[in-house]
């Protein structure tokens, strides 16, 4: 089955201490996104990619970074991850930046 | 400013049916999106209007007015699997997804 992988599920990082996230496809969409997700609230869409044309949020902050060597993965780098940076981090692809958004399971973020 | 407004939390019986409303302000519309997410868990797609009208799938439909800046997702008998919450996201016209904060549905027996 065609999918969004995200790996891992679950991470545990200590505070200061750079992170990598990573998200796979197998839909061959050319939009992938990432989103940061806390407790209760809407998903807050971080940066995506078009292709290889990366678009960032203005409000995103230059502590997290995106990289897409491909069209199937996309790497999302917390340099220097704060207690204010644990939530849910969501990737989702789309075949077009007009089309539906098709979630990966997430990974979920401590840190200590 | 952009705005996206749903109920906080919902109560409903099995079985039962049960409308979530969504009201939105957004600098232009390119369609209308529903999601479920489970507790820990990814969004997964339920609906898309753009159109006004209502949309059924299954259990499930979605109704648009336009002109109103109104949906409501509507489920019908309510199964436990369906507490979740359901998050409302608009397309502006910068084809940018405007979310809600969801509404958390829960199912008592």
């Known amino acids: 089955d065609a999918m969004v992988i995200q790996n891992p599920r679950y991470q545990v990082t200590q505070f200061g201490k750079p992170v990598t996230l990573s998200c796979s496809q197998t839909l061959n969409h050319n939009v992938m996104y990432w989103y940061q997700q806390k407790s209760s609230q809407a998903p807050k869409l971080l940066f995506h990619?078009?292709?290889?044309?990366?678009?960032n949020e203005a409000d995103t902050p230059d502590n997290f970074q995106s990289r897409r060597p491909n069209t199937s993965f996309c790497f999302l780098d917390i340099r220097s991850p704060g207690l204010g940076d644990a939530a849910m981090y969501l990737c989702?692809?789309?075949?077009?930046?007009?089309?539906?958004?098709?979630f990966g399971p997430g990974t979920r973020l401590t840190v200590l | 400013g952009q705005n996206i407004d749903q109920p906080t939390e919902m109560t409903a019986t099995e079985g039962a049916i049960v409308q979530i409303n969504c009201t939105y302000q957004t600098s232009g519309f390119n369609g209308l999106f529903w999601y479920q997410q489970h507790a820990g868990e990814a969004p997964t797609f339920l609906s898309y209007n753009v159109l006004d009208g209502l949309e059924e799938k299954g259990r499930f439909s979605s109704f648009l007015s336009r002109s109103k800046g109104y949906s409501y997702l509507l489920l019908k008998e309510l199964q436990m699997k369906d507490s979740a919450s359901y998050l409302c996201?608009?397309?502006?016209?910068?084809?940018?997804?405007?979310w809600g904060a969801g509404t958390k549905l829960i199912i008592k027996p």
């Open positions: 989702a692809t789309s075949a077009s930046e007009t089309d539906t958004q098709y």
């Open positions: 990619y078009y292709d290889k044309d990366f678009n």
């Open positions: 996201a608009v397309m502006d016209s910068n084809y940018q997804l405007i």
